[in-house]
């Protein structure tokens, strides 16, 4: 289990842990996926290129007994980089073109369970404590 939620997990870092009213918790993993490359190069002088990545969403629903229940997996849009080089690559100037800084809610929109459904037939967040 530990393996599952530490820094080394196969599934990428934990991007939050959410517990819901049922006893159980919601734990959100993301790690980079598919990478793709395209440029074109003129005789070594001027080239451009479009590097874009995309991430993968893998979600656990664990009960109180620590045991993993069901599981959600996704993706959504990464970084996307567009760079044109100048001399054969010894002056480069790159424009970030998205950086997907998206709260929870919206990845959230973007999985599904291995049955098919939304994260929200899994149980209702519990209330936050107020102090």
């Known amino acids: 289990m530990a393996q599952l ?3 080394d997990a196969t599934y990428g870092p934990m991007i939050g842990a959410t517990p819901l ?3 159980m918790t ?3 993993h993301i790690a980079p ?3 793709t490359e395209t440029g074109t190069n003129f005789a070594g002088l001027v080239g451009s290129s479009t590097v874009s990545q995309n991430n993968r969403l893998s ?8 045991v993993v229940k069901d599981w959600a997996t996704g993706s959504v849009g990464g970084s996307a980089s567009d760079c044109v080089h100048y001399i054969g690559g010894i ?3 790159c424009n970030d073109m998205r950086q997907l800084q998206a709260s929870l809610a919206l990845y ?4 599904a369970t291995k049955g098919g459904q939304p994260i929200s037939s899994w ?3 519990a209330a936050p404590v107020v102090n």
């Open 59 to 66: 979600y656990f629903l664990v009960g109180a007994d620590g």
């Open 33 to 35: 996926a598919a990478k």
């Open 26 to 28: 919601v734990y959100r």
């Open 91 to 93: 002056i480069n100037r």
């Open 108 to 111: 959230d929109a973007r999985v």
């Open 21 to 23: 009213k049922n006893g």
């Open 5 to 7: 939620f530490g820094s």
């Open 123 to 125: 149980g209702e967040a």
